[in-house]
């Protein structure tokens, strides 16, 4: 993740976002609803310049308060909403902040449910300046249908055995861990929050069915031999409402390796009370059994437990336990340590 | 199929088509650019009133030549576009004929890649008159995500080893066959053609990748326990490109049982000739597997040949062969006969 991980759509177009960011946080008052801005914080301090909030917010990611002519100053590029709101829509007592980051010759990048385009003021501004307003929920035009063509380079794909338990800090992690190792690395972002802090990226689950696999192909284009693709999963191939997102990813990611991730302790699908988990061992054979369709050569390569729930005694006993059990390395990425770096070995391997 | 299926979306609101059809058939000399009309007046008769043809048109499918306010007066609501074009554009010499439709009180239905509303003319005679112009490849608005939610009555999908090789006309045949029982069943459309002769349904390929499962789930809502709901597949689950619509489609749907489609003699994926077609064990397998996750009690009830291109004799010979092979009712229900009665017998069993 040395430089920021580049996507271009098949007429050479660069679906990259303006960068670094100033980002808003609205009048926030619950630090749950500021995640994308803390994600970003994390996960690629380089690009966040400032933030700026409204009067009557408490929330704070502790980098500089700027307004929008001083971040413009230091560099930012954009205006990035790094909050969510009740319901996803965009509040109106916020439309002033982002007409003066306009003006001030920033872009806006959002990730919310409502699309800035569909605000008229914004719209117009935007044209006037020769601003964009970027809805990362919205995939780019003209993916191709996929093609299965086998590319050049390197892929890891991170798989769950459900939503929302840590593939995109698995592949965040995991793709700085390699880069640490001097290793030829970009994190290729299939979500929204993954997106801004990688810079680009596909909202895979957005895109029309048909061209799922085409825009995972289109992702993660041909690279150098020793090049490695960290990809970020989506979904689970055990959900009974995203299988098929899960599926075309996999599909059209082609991974030579994946990492199969879980958060111990969770026994059903979130939200699906009616849908037990698969096992890790499950979740393996099933990506190893459909993976090949378009990658012969597909393996396992580690199991990601999310042990944020444990106490690190108890997590450093379960880590190896599982992993004398599985016979696999297993680590939690994000507390690092000795298991993680054998999962990183066997990337390499 | 003795009424017209309908969906109806989560609203409530109707998404059938307007009907009967008058058949529009431009100015087409190649009666191989007119397969939707063909097939309209092959699967859905009782809603063909009539066809219209340009001046120096060639093809014809013997129905009625009408005029629009001839097939209005006769019962028609529509006016569908059953030709295609290279490269699906809607020809400039046709909107006059088009526009006369509107004026005779008749919708406009199309399947076609160019979207009629984007046609201003169209546009804006449709809405001055208050007439619909419907692009049956536009899925409806608001499809909810899938539940998972078991639904009450029985549903059939056709799967295949490939796309294009015959799970539409397997589902119309079986519908048909199972209707001719007296069986209460309905033809669950899921492709452009299949919408047209179904009077409704959804173009899943067409669904955005999040809602595909719910799109099934929605085209196949609760019904009474004896009920069937035949639905027709698409693409397969050993497709590079298309295996996510497929699984979507399985996962919503739900199926109580599925006839595996094959025709004999393709040995790789139409167009990706570096991708071997599965075997039809294998293709029975992975469904098994697969539609498991949302239907536990999911079972084979047959194999149905695309045998169009075999003499009577020969496919004859074929078709006992594989049955006696796989110890499963095989037929190729275009050719019906006592095979096709034993599959429609499995069916009901």
């Not at 006037?128 to 191709?144: F, N």
Request: charged residues 20%; proline residues 7%; contains cysteine.
């Amino acid at each position: 993740m040395a430089e920021p991980s580049r996507a271009l759509d098949p007429q050479g177009q660069d679906v990259g976002l303006p960068q670094p960011y100033l980002l808003f946080l609205g009048d926030t008052v619950e630090p749950g609803y500021a995640k994308t801005a803390f994600g970003l914080c994390d996960w690629a301090p380089d690009r966040c310049i400032g933030e700026l909030a409204l009067p009557g917010a408490t929330v704070s990611t502790g980098i500089p308060r700027l307004s929008c002519r001083e971040a413009y100053a230091k560099g930012a590029r954009a205006l990035l909403i790094g909050v969510a709101t009740p319901g996803g829509a965009i509040p109106h007592h916020w439309i002033s902040a982002l007409l003066d980051a306009l003006k001030a010759g920033l872009d806006i990048v959002s990730g919310m449910h409502a699309r800035l385009n569909d605000i008229p003021q914004l719209a117009a501004t935007a044209e006037m300046l020769g601003r964009r307003l970027i809805d990362v929920r919205v995939p780019p035009a003209r993916i191709p249908i996929a093609t299965g063509r086998k590319r050049c380079g390197k892929r890891l794909l991170t798989v769950g055995t459900d939503c929302a338990l840590g593939k995109k800090y698995a592949a965040l992690s995991i793709a700085r861990g390699l880069e640490g190792r001097g290793a030829d690395v970009t994190f290729r972002a299939t979500g929204q929050t993954g997106i801004m802090i990688a810079g680009s990226g596909i909202p895979i689950d957005a895109v029309v069915s048909d061209f799922i696999a085409g825009a995972a192909e289109m992702l993660t284009p041909d690279a150098p031999p020793d090049h490695i693709d960290v990809i970020e999963g989506q979904g689970s191939l055990f959900h009974p409402a995203y299988a098929a997102v899960s599926l075309g990813l996999l599909h059209g990611s082609q991974p030579d390796m994946f990492v199969a991730c879980h958060e111990p302790g969770r026994t059903h699908v979130l939200g699906y009370s009616g849908f037990q988990l698969p096992s890790i061992e499950e979740l393996i054979l099933q990506t190893v059994v459909l993976g090949k369709l378009t990658n012969p050569d597909i393996r396992c390569v580690g199991v990601s437990l999310n042990t944020s729930g444990m106490n690190v005694e108890a997590a450093q006993r379960l880590i190896a336990a599982e992993s004398d059990r599985l016979g696999l390395p297993v680590a939690d990425p994000v507390r690092g340590g000795p298991a993680f770096e054998r999962l990183l070995d066997r990337c390499q391997g």
